[in-house]
């Protein structure tokens, strides 16, 4: 069975920092593609970030770009969104996604899904 874990979500303030983790078991991580996706209420989800298989490609959507990182670490299984400067509208419950087969902006082709973790920003 696969099973994604995600975690690391909360309140921060304005301007402050949070790290996600996803920890990944029962795949074959070190050869799929990662992505974490949000959503916002009332708002469809959509893919911020992602990465391939040997972090040769990484992709990041305007509105996260400079403040978000996603990593992996093949060794461990898990892959992290480190998240800085955030603002309110970055408030949704966050995804973590894999993908057997190479990496795809298309957020409704992943293969597994995590729980989803909320991270609110608020003053």
């Known amino acids: 069975e696969v099973q994604l874990q995600a975690s690391g979500g909360g309140l921060a303030q304005p301007g402050r920092s949070l790290t996600l983790s996803c920890v990944v078991s029962?795949?074959?991580?070190?050869?799929?593609?990662m992505s974490w996706v949000r959503q916002a209420p009332g708002k469809s989800r959509e893919l911020i970030a992602g990465?391939?298989?040997?972090?040769?490609?990484?992709y990041y959507d305007d509105s996260v770009k400079g403040r978000f990182t996603i990593s992996r670490d093949n060794a461990k299984n898990t892959v992290y969104l480190q998240m800085t400067s955030l603002k309110p509208e970055d408030t949704a419950v966050y995804y973590c996604?894999?993908?057997?087969?190479?990496?795809?902006?298309?957020?409704?082709?992943?293969?597994?899904w995590g729980q989803g973790t909320q991270v609110t920003v608020s003053s």
């Open positions: 996604a894999a993908r057997r087969s190479a990496w795809t902006h298309d957020w409704s082709r992943y293969d597994y």
């Open positions: 029962g795949f074959q991580f070190d050869n799929g593609a």
């Open positions: 990465i391939s298989w040997n972090a040769g490609n990484i």
